[in-house]
Nanobody, 115 residues
Framework: QVRLVESGGGLVQGGGSLRLPCAASGSTFGFKAMGWYRQAPGKLRELVANIGSGGSTNYAEAVKGRFSISRDSAKNTLYLQMNSLKPEDTAVYYC?????????WGQGTQVTVSS
């Protein structure tokens, strides 16, 4: 019913910035939350940030002050702005939407931060 496509990943130097869009196809009306997870090789998938239907946001401690999450309802697109990137931010980043049932996931986009 909902298809999510992340993009914007790539290679960036430490201290640089990237913005990841997640474009949704299909209606996300009534969503509970939208957000981003990431997974690095050999590591568990971890929540990076999410945004609730009322606009409240939450961030992992590791990214507070550096990342920001936003959405454009008119474009049906979720964004993750990543600033002051560090090598430890290297991971595949996945967006998701909780409807609340079911949840939908994108295919992921690779972010690589060089030292």
């Amino acid at each position: 019913q909902v298809r999510l496509v992340e993009s914007g990943g790539g290679l960036v130097q430490g201290g640089g910035s990237l913005r990841l869009p997640c474009a949704a196809s299909g209606s996300t009306f009534g969503f509970k939350a939208m957000g981003w997870y990431r997974q690095a090789p050999g590591k568990l998938r971890e929540l990076v940030a999410n945004i609730g239907s009322g606009g409240s946001t939450n961030y992992a401690e590791a990214v507070k002050g550096r990342f920001s999450i936003s959405r454009d309802s008119a474009k049906n697109t979720l964004y993750l702005q990543m600033n002051s990137l560090k090598p430890e931010d290297t991971a595949v980043y996945y967006c998701y939407v909780q409807m609340p049932l079911p949840s939908y996931w994108g295919q992921g986009t690779q972010v690589t931060v060089s030292s």
